[in-house]
């Protein structure tokens, strides 16, 4: 058996070392981009931060809903929101601000020329490797974006190291070079009329580049043209078609779109690559297919061995980019600018932007813990369902509500963090004379979810087959597909058997996880049209007063929506990873050390918040303890201020007892809990009087003496 630790140590490694030599050769004229750098003054607090995995510190995350781009910078530089991505041709304009930082790093993002290879004219490979010709990467990076930007031929970018194969076919700039190839593609232009044909002797139609509006995406806008410009030179009759983003989507989404300029978010390990170019892959929008193709990404993705899996994608990458399903253009360079009283911003090592561990660290500076976070999404998202959401912007909300069971290691985006798996095991296991793969997962023991259900195995086992029975789009990858079983071995563990061998199976399976309670309510859903069509952020929880169906175990809780204007969310206090600092603090201000019984115990108290707010909402309920037993219960009450008292009885108490103050205060759903003891010596009641009592024997004494004495006297 293998553990997670000595399975992927060498894979890390290698993956590691090979990312930045590959960065270093290739990219060496943006080495400048390479690590985190900041084009104003980085406050101290986030230069020197240590991440930390607990949280949230910040008590809301509020989104505004800000599609055209130049309102949203406007926006920031107004201080109305904390954060904004900055284009690169606006960075001057807020780089001599005295409260705006910037940080700039390279990411995983590629942007792309999408092309639908099922849409005339764009089905024949030569219209497309031509477009690729017309396309002046170097200039569209150096003008549009003002050089942050890495220029780049391979369908698997350059971070990725040696799974990037620095060798497939390139399409430098040239007009020249983009008519020869049509035709020596059989395509034929007649100079008289500046009219193409096909080689079938069909004239070429106006064929389109879709990208947002001008307005809601200028840079876009602005590259489109230019190749467009560029295509016009040859007389090739391409045209920029302006479309609102979300139709885009919805037609990217159906594959009825023709072809798009948009960027394409991939994860720090490669395995998209496997949906993107099969024949039948789930993200093979472009409709690709090709039996070579197929055939090598089956040997990627079954092998074992990384080595082996890396020399099959370079097979892949070498025919992928004579189809040319899609055009690489760029390698993000991202330029993201906070207010200066912001820190807590967590980068991942060495490339690849905010780590998600960002949302639990993010606060104000002077203000640790509380207050309102305030970002902003450029698109409304459509749905708020994990299983349907598409888009950059309807992640953005939907990662701060569902977890999976690890997240990349921020001081190495390589590697893997454990969260809501503290750790698993591969080996591989025959089952039926086949050879297989079982994961097991071990849980956290502590989480919950938003309504305090408990999160447990039945959970991910019921995700696990929700996947494999709907077969969503954006989740379901090759190990779910092969799933043959799972094992529920108790409540924090779970066994899942997979057929056949791959490296890559264990991050296909680190999905979001959903709530059984919820998800497998087939009323619920049914009730709402279903799990494709229903938005959980819409319907209210059927058990729980405030809360809907939006039910995660992350550390905020979706609790408002206004249709194009903002989506809010408050924290999670019931959080399992709650940061220890974030809840309550209670003090005593007067409590007797000692009483007699009978004689009422007085107990005054005060209870802050983790801001260091008088609670005045709290429930207090004081225990006395006696020999290990509650021997009664009492409630203080509020005076104001946060100070409460409470009067204790102690009729028929002696000894030494334990006062046990426990302190609630609700909090959304959920509610901040404290409690702290105390001892009381209550003495017997005899012993209050004692001193009198022997103060009345020595006074008796006294006078039987004076009476002894004066009998006597009288007697003599």
């Known amino acids: 058996m293998l553990s997670n630790e000595k399975r992927h140590l060498k894979f890390a490694k290698l993956r590691t070392y090979a990312l930045i030599a590959v960065l270093l050769i290739t990219l060496l004229p943006y080495v400048m981009f390479l690590r985190p750098t900041s084009a104003g003054e980085v406050p101290p607090e986030q230069e020197q931060w240590k991440w930390e995995p607990y949280g949230p510190r910040m008590d809301e995350y509020l989104y505004s809903i800000i599609t055209d781009y130049d ?34 790093y390279q990411t995983f993002n590629l942007q792309f020329l999408g092309i639908n290879c099922k849409q005339y004219p764009w089905n ?36 990725f190291g040696a799974w990037s194969n620095p060798n497939v076919p390139s399409y430098p700039y040239s007009p020249e070079l983009a008519k020869q190839t049509l035709l020596e593609a059989g395509f034929t232009y007649d100079e008289a009329t ?18 947002p509006p001008a307005e809601q995406a200028p840079w876009l806008y602005q590259e489109a043209q230019m190749i467009v410009e560029a295509a016009h030179s040859i007389g090739l009759p391409l045209e920029v078609e302006a479309i609102e983003f979300q139709a885009l989507v919805s037609q990217i989404y159906s594959r009825t779109f023709k072809s798009f300029i948009l960027y394409l978010g991939w994860a720090r390990i490669p395995t998209l690559a496997y949906e993107l170019f099969r024949t039948d892959g789930t993200w093979n929008f472009w409709g690709i297919s090709d039996p070579e193709i197929d055939e090598w990404l089956e040997k990627f993705y079954y092998t074992t061995d990384i080595k082996e899996a890396q020399q099959w994608l370079w097979k892949v ?15 993000g360079v991202a330029n993201v600018g906070f207010r200066t009283d912001i820190a807590g911003i967590v980068l991942n090592k060495p490339v690849g932007g905010q780590n998600y561990l960002t949302l639990l660290n993010v606060h104000r500076i002077g203000m640790p813990f509380g207050g309102r976070f305030r970002d902003a999404l450029g698109s409304d998202p459509r749905v708020l369902n994990p299983f349907t959401a598409l888009t950059g912007d309807e992640w953005a909300v939907l990662d701060m509500v569902y977890e999976s069971l690890f997240i990349p290691n921020p001081d190495d985006v390589a590697s893997d963090y454990p969260w809501l798996a503290e750790r698993w095991t591969i080996e591989e296991v025959e089952i039926g004379g086949s050879k297989c793969t079982k994961i097991t997962f071990y849980l956290v023991k502590n989480a919950t979810w938003h309504d305090g259900v408990p999160f447990t195995a039945r959970d991910v086992n019921f995700t696990f087959w929700f996947i494999k029975k709907n077969q969503p789009a954006q989740m379901y990858a090759k190990a779910f597909e092969k799933m043959i079983k799972t094992e529920v071995i108790d409540d924090y563990t779970i066994a899942v058997y997979i057929n056949g061998t791959s490296w890559a199976y264990l991050y296909d399976l680190n999905v979001a996880i959903v709530p059984e309670h919820i998800w497998g309510n087939e009323t619920l859903l049914e009730e709402h049209g279903g799990w494709e069509s229903w938005d959980p952020s819409k319907v209210p929880h059927p058990s729980v007063p405030g809360l809907t ?3 995660g175990t992350g550390p905020y809780i979706f609790k408002d929506r206004k249709l194009g204007e903002y989506i809010l969310l408050v924290w999670n ?19 007797d050390e000692m009483v007699y019984s009978g004689t009422p115990i007085t107990v005054e108290l005060s209870v802050t918040d983790y801001m260091g707010r008088a609670v005045g909402n709290a429930s207090v309920v004081i225990e006395v303890i006696k020999d290990g037993e509650v021997v009664k219960s009492v409630s203080a009450s509020h005076k104001g201020d ?64 004076v009476v002894l004495l004066l009998r006597k006297r009288s007697l003599s």
């Open 71 to 104: 309102a949203q910078l406007m926006a920031f530089k107004a201080g109305e929101i904390d954060t904004s991505y900055i284009q690169a041709a606006r960075l001057e304009e807020v780089k001599g601000d005295p409260n705006i930082y910037i940080l700039t």
């Open 124 to 159: 024949f490979t030569a219209i497309r490797q031509a477009v690729a010709h017309l396309i002046d990467k170097e200039r569209i990076v150096r003008e549009v974006f003002h050089g942050f930007g890495v220029p780049t031929d391979s369908p698997i970018p350059p971070v």
């Open 194 to 211: 500046g009219k193409w044909y096909d080689p079938n002797g069909n004239e070429l139609p106006t064929f389109y580049i879709q990208v």
């Open 317 to 331: 990458q070498e025919k992928v980019a004579k189809l040319l399903p899609y055009i690489p253009i760029y390698m």
């Open 549 to 551: 169906c939006l039910v």
């Open 573 to 591: 206090p019931n959080y399992w990873k709650r940061h220890p600092e974030k809840g309550l603090s209670l003090s005593f201000k007067k409590v």
């Open 642 to 705: 946060g100070v409460y008292t409470a009067s204790i009885d102690t009729s028929g108490l002696t000894g030494t007892i334990t006062l046990k103050v426990m302190v609630s205060q609700k909090v959304g759903p959920g509610e901040l809990k404290i409690s702290k003891e105390t001892t009381v010596n209550v003495l017997p009641l005899w012993r209050k009087y004692l001193p009198y009592a022997g103060a009345g024997v020595v006074v008796a004494i006294v006078a039987s003496i």
